[in-house]
C-alpha cells in the first residue's frame, strides 16, 4: 500500500478516534468540530482554478499534517518544509506558496445518530478564501469570501462511517482573475483584480506588512446536526437607553423546517438568570422573529474607558418542543446609546461620538492584523495589546479595513475594557467591483458580520471602507475617460453609500454608518467649512515638519502618523548580528515596508535632533523621535476640543516585526510612543504650548466634573534653577479645553537676553493632592535644545512582584529609557522626563534575580543617543 494512501489512512483512523459523535437520541441542536485529522498538500498547477473543476484531484500522495483552524504558510512552517517566514529577508523565497495550489482533506465519521437528525450542516465560520469543497468526491460548493459563513446541508451525501471531505485552494491572485475577467468593465476600470474575491488584502503586503497570500480553513469547521428548529441569532435591540430606563427589544431569530409548536423562553439580567418570561409560538417553516419586550428600570449602563464601568448584561433564549430543548442560544451586551453627531457650528459640521448623552473626545489608535496568520492570535496577544491601548488612556480603537473582521475574542475584550471600535468594513484602498455578484456578495457579508457582532456595546460605528472614496482624488483616476470615471463612482455610491450603508440601517440600526475614512460625507469643504474625520498625512507622507499638525482645522483625526524602528531585542528576533550594522542593510530594509522609510526617518532625524551615534542608539532616538511627533499631533487636537473630537493616530500594532508606524511592536513590547501616549491621552492633561508670543497654559478634561486644582509653572535651566515660578489655583471646566494661564515670554526668562535655548517650562497639575498632569515646553526649536550630559543614577530595590528602579540626575534628562538587556521586563513607564535632582520610579514586573537587574541595567537619555551634545543639538 502506497505511502500516501497509508498516511491517509493513518488519518482516517485518528479521526474515527477523535471525532465527538451526535448523542443518540438527543434533539438538542449539536455541533461536532472538524479540527482534527486533517492533511494538506501542494497539487500541480493544472491552469485550471478550482471552481472550473468538477471532480477532486485524484493523484496520491504528498500529503502532511495540517491544522484547523490554520493555513498552509503554518502548516508547512509547522511540517519544518519551510524557515520561519518572518526571519531575515525569507519573506521574498516564500512567495511560490501564494502561487501554488493546494488541498486539504479530512475525513467525516457520520454516526448513526448524526444521519438520524432531520439536519446535518457542514459549517465553515472562515475559508481563505476562494476554494472549492468535495464531499465524497461530488462537488459541494466554491466559496469565495473569508468574510462570509458558508453553511451547506450535507445530509444527502453523508453516509454511514468515513467519509472524504476534500477543499482545494487555487493560487488567490489566479482565483480572483478568472473572477474579474468576466466583468465586462474591467478592460475599462482597470479595477485591481484583487478585489473580485473577498480575501483581506493586507495579505498581498501593506507598507507595513510583508507579502503571504496563504491559503486555509483559517476559522473553525463543524458539522451542526438539528432537529426541527434552530435558533440562528439573539438580537439585543436597544430602542431606548438612559439611566434611568432602559427599553429593549431582545429578538430571537428562529428558523424551522416545518410548522413548529414551540415554547420559546427568555431569562436575562446582569447575571443571566435574574428575570424569566416564556411564550407558546408556532414557528412557521423558514425564519421567525420571536421579539421579548424588555425593560430595565435604572440599568448599569456601559461606558467607554474613563467615563464609568462596562457591566454586561446576559441573556438566554430557549427553544423547547413537547418539553424537549430543541436549541438555545445566550447573548450578551453592554447597555449604552450611541450618537455620532454632526451639527453645523462655527467651524462646519462637527463629528463626535456622544455616548449615554456623554461627548466623547475619542482618544486611541488604529489596529491592524494582530498577525500575518490570522489563525495563530491567541486571546494573551488580544489582551496585551487591548490591554496596552487601555492602559495608555485610549477610549476607541479603529479596527481598519484592510485586514479581516476579527474574532469574538478581540470585540469581548473590548467591550470589557471600554474601548470603543471604530468598525471599518473590510475595503482597503481600492476601488471595488462594480458586478451584480460582487454586491450581493457584499451584501452577504455586511448582513452576516453586523448580525455576528451587532450586540457588543464597544462598536460604535460601522464605516464603509479605508480610504477609497479618497481615491477619487488621487491615484490616477482623473485620466480615466470620464464616462468610466462616472461608471465607477456610481458604482462606488451604490456599494458604500446604498447597499452596505442600507444592510447597517436594517441590521444594526441603534450603530451609525459613516460611507468611508475619510469621509464628508460628500459635502464640499473649505478652511472655513470643515466636516467628517481626516487622514492628516502631511507629516510622514507629506514630509512636513510636526509642528504642521497644529495648523489642522479637522473635526476628526481617525489617521495621522509617524514611524519608529522596534527595540533591540525585537530587532534580534529577525536579524543576525551583520544585519545589524546599520538600518540600510537589505535584512533591515526587508523589514521596512514603507519604500524609503528608513530614510525618511533618518531625514526627520537629522531635521529634529541630528545623527544618532550608532545602531542602538538609532533605534532609541527614532522611537523618541516618533513619540514627540506624535505627541505635538495628539495635544494639538485636544487643545482644540470641541473644534476637534477624536485623535487617533497610525497605528497600535504590528503583524510581524517590522519598522513601521506602531506605537506597540509585534512582540507587544511598548515603544517610546505608548508610553507618551498615556501621557498626552492622560483625562486631564496640561498642555503648555508657546503661541503668539506667549506661553498658553491650556488644560483639557475629560472628566464630566469640574475638578478643584492648581497649577503650577516653573521655568528652569537644565541644572534645575528657577528662573520663573507661578502657582494658580485652578476650576477646570468638565469635557473642555481651555487656557487657564497665558503668560508673555518676555516675562518668563527672567532676563533682558534670555538663553531659551537652556531653558524648559515645567507645568505641574496638582488635585486632591495628587498630580494629574506634568507636561515640558522647550523655547527654541528641538534641534537648538543645549541639552547637557546627564549622569543618572539608578537605585533598584525590590517591590512587590518586581522590582522598583529609581532614577535620578543633577541635569535635565530627556526620554530616558531603561531596559536590561536579555531581560524582557514590563515597565510601569519609561522614556521619561528626568529634571535636575527630582527622583522618579519605574516598577518593573521581573521574575529575574536583583543581581541580574544590577548586571544588566541599561539607562539611556536622549543626549546619549548622539555623539556629543552638539549632536543633539
Ligand atoms: C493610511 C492607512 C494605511 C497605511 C497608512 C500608512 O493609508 O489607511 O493604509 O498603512 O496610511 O501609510
Redesign the pocket.
Known amino acids: 500500500m502506497r505511502l500516501g494512501r497509508l498516511l491517509l489512512c493513518l488519518f482516517a483512523c485518528a479521526i474515527a478516534a477523535a471525532q465527538p459523535s451526535v448523542a443518540a437520541g438527543s434533539r438538542h441542536r449539536e455541533r461536532v468540530p472538524l479540527n482534527t485529522g486533517w492533511g494538506v498538500r501542494q497539487l500541480p498547477d493544472d491552469g485550471m482554478v478550482a471552481s472550473q473543476s468538477s471532480v477532486p484531484p485524484t493523484l496520491e500522495g504528498g500529503w502532511f499534517p495540517a491544522t484547523v483552524p490554520g493555513d498552509v504558510h503554518l502548516d508547512l512552517l509547522k511540517s519544518g518544509k519551510i524557515p520561519d517566514p518572518f526571519y531575515r529577508d525569507d519573506e521574498a523565497k516564500l512567495q511560490w506558496i501564494e502561487k501554488a495550489r493546494w488541498e486539504y482533506k479530512t475525513s467525516i465519521d457520520a454516526t448513526e445518530a448524526t444521519l438520524a437528525r432531520e439536519h446535518v450542516e457542514l459549517v465553515f465560520e472562515g475559508l481563505d478564501t476562494a476554494c472549492t469543497i468535495f464531499l465524497n468526491g461530488q462537488r459541494i460548493a466554491s466559496p469565495d469570501s473569508m468574510f462570509q459563513e458558508w453553511r451547506f446541508d450535507v445530509k444527502s451525501k453523508l453516509h454511514a462511517g468515513s467519509n472524504d471531505l476534500q477543499i482545494v485552494f487555487p493560487a488567490p491572485m489566479k482565483a480572483a482573475e478568472a473572477v474579474a475577467g468576466k466583468d465586462p468593465w474591467l478592460s475599462r476600470t482597470h479595477t485591481d483584480p484583487k478585489g473580485y474575491i473577498r480575501k483581506a488584502v493586507y495579505e498581498f503586503g ?4 510583508p507579502r503571504f497570500g496563504t491559503s486555509g480553513v483559517y476559522r473553525p469547521a463543524y458539522l451542526e446536526v438539528w432537529d426541527s428548529a434552530r435558533v440562528k441569532d439573539v438580537f439585543v435591540e436597544q430602542e431606548g437607553v438612559t439611566t434611568s430606563a432602559a427599553h429593549l427589544d431582545v429578538h430571537a431569530d428562529v428558523l424551522a423546517s416545518k410548522e413548529t409548536k414551540a415554547n420559546v423562553s427568555i431569562s436575562y439580567g446582569l447575571g443571566g438568570k435574574e428575570i424569566q418570561a416564556d411564550r407558546a409560538v408556532t414557528l412557521a417553516p423558514g425564519s421567525n422573529r420571536i421579539s421579548f419586550p424588555v425593560e430595565i428600570a435604572h440599568p448599569q449602563l456601559w461606558y467607554p474607558s474613563g467615563y464609568g464601568a462596562q457591566p454586561i448584561y446576559h441573556f438566554h433564549i430557549s427553544v423547547k418542543e413537547d418539553g424537549h430543548e430543541l436549541d438555545d442560544k445566550n447573548a450578551k451586551t453592554g447597555l449604552r446609546s450611541v450618537i455620532l453627531r454632526r451639527e453645523l457650528d462655527k467651524w462646519g459640521r462637527s463629528f463626535e461620538f456622544i455616548v449615554n448623552g456623554i461627548p466623547v473626545f475619542a482618544k486611541g489608535a ?1 489596529v ?1 492584523p494582530f498577525d500575518s496568520f490570522p489563525s495563530r492570535v491567541t486571546s494573551e496577544k488580544y489582551r496585551r495589546i487591548l490591554q496596552s491601548a487601555k492602559d495608555a488612556n485610549m477610549n476607541m480603537v479603529r479596527l ?3 485586514g479581516y473582521y476579527e474574532t469574538e475574542e478581540f470585540y469581548d475584550q473590548c467591550d470589557e475594557l471600554g474601548l470603543m471600535v471604530w468598525h471599518d468594513l473590510m475595503f ?2 481600492n476601488w471595488q467591483p462594480g458586478t451584480y455578484d460582487f454586491k450581493q456578495n457584499i451584501e452577504r457579508e455586511a448582513e452576516y458580520q453586523m448580525t455576528r457582532l451587532r450586540n457588543h456595546p464597544s462598536i460604535v460605528l460601522w464605516s464603509g471602507n ?2 477609497t472614496e479618497e481615491l477619487r482624488e488621487w491615484n490616477g483616476n482623473g485620466d480615466l475617460p470620464a464616462k468610466v470615471h462616472e461608471h465607477i463612482w456610481e458604482d462606488y455610491l451604490t456599494e458604500f453609500s446604498g447597499i452596505l450603508a442600507r444592510t447597517a440601517a436594517r441590521v444594526d440600526p441603534q450603530t451609525p454608518y459613516w460611507p468611508s ?1 475619510p469621509s464628508a460625507d460628500y459635502e464640499e469643504l473649505s478652511d472655513a467649512y470643515q466636516s467628517g474625520d481626516n ?1 492628516d ?1 502631511s507629516v ?2 507629506g514630509n512636513a515638519d510636526f509642528e504642521e499638525f497644529e495648523k489642522r482645522p479637522w473635526r476628526f483625526v481617525s ?1 495621522y ?1 509617524f514611524q519608529s524602528f522596534p527595540e533591540m531585542k525585537t530587532i534580534e528576533s529577525f536579524t543576525l548580528p551583520g544585519d545589524r550594522t546599520s538600518i540600510f542593510t537589505p535584512v533591515m530594509k526587508a523589514h521596512q515596508k ?1 519604500g524609503d522609510g528608513n530614510r525618511l526617518i533618518q531625514e526627520y532625524m537629522k531635521r529634529y535632533f541630528g545623527e544618532p551615534k550608532d545602531f542602538p542608539s538609532f533605534l532609541y532616538a527614532s522611537q523618541v523621535l516618533q513619540a514627540e511627533g506624535i505627541k505635538v499631533g495628539a495635544e494639538s487636537f485636544r487643545r482644540k476640543r470641541p473644534e476637534t473630537m477624536g485623535s487617533l493616530f ?2 497600535l500594532n504590528d503583524c510581524w516585526p517590522v519598522a ?2 506602531s506605537s506597540v511592536d509585534y512582540f507587544g513590547r511598548w515603544k517610546a510612543l505608548q508610553y507618551y501616549a498615556r501621557r498626552f491621552y492622560a483625562p486631564v492633561l496640561v498642555s503648555p504650548h508657546v503661541e503668539g508670543g506667549t506661553l498658553a497654559l491650556y488644560i483639557v478634561s475629560d472628566k464630566t466634573a469640574v475638578i478643584d486644582g492648581t497649577l503650577h509653572l516653573r521655568i528652569m535651566d537644565f541644572s534645575g534653577h528657577v528662573v520663573k515660578e507661578t502657582t494658580q489655583r485652578v476650576k477646570i471646566d468638565p469635557l473642555a479645553s481651555k487656557i487657564y494661564q497665558q503668560i508673555p515670554l518676555v516675562e518668563l526668562s527672567g532676563s533682558n537676553t534670555p538663553d531659551w535655548s537652556g531653558l524648559v517650562g515645567v507645568a505641574d497639575l496638582v488635585a486632591d493632592g495628587n498630580k494629574m498632569s506634568t507636561n515640558l515646553v522647550y523655547f527654541v526649536p528641538s534641534k537648538q535644545i543645549k541639552l547637557p550630559q546627564a549622569t543618572i543614577a539608578t537605585d533598584i530595590s525590590q517591590a512587590g512582584d518586581g522590582y522598583d528602579v529609581t532614577l535620578s540626575s543633577a541635569a535635565l534628562a530627556r526620554s530616558v529609557s531603561v531596559s536590561f538587556g536579555e531581560l524582557d521586563p514590563q515597565y510601569s513607564d519609561n522614556y521619561l522626563d528626568l529634571l535636575p535632582g527630582e527622583k522618579k520610579t519605574i516598577h518593573v514586573t521581573s521574575k529575574a534575580s536583583l543581581a541580574d537587574l544590577k548586571s544588566q541595567i541599561e539607562v539611556m537619555s536622549l543626549v546619549d543617543a548622539f555623539s556629543s551634545p552638539a549632536a543633539a543639538r
Do not use: K, V
Not at 501593506?206 to 506588512?209: A, M, Q, R
Open positions: 501593506w507598507d507595513w506588512g488604529a491592524i481598519w479595513g484592510g482597503g484602498n479605508n480610504e475614512s487622514h498625512w510622514w507622507h489617521e502618523g514603507n497610525w497605528q513601521s508606524w
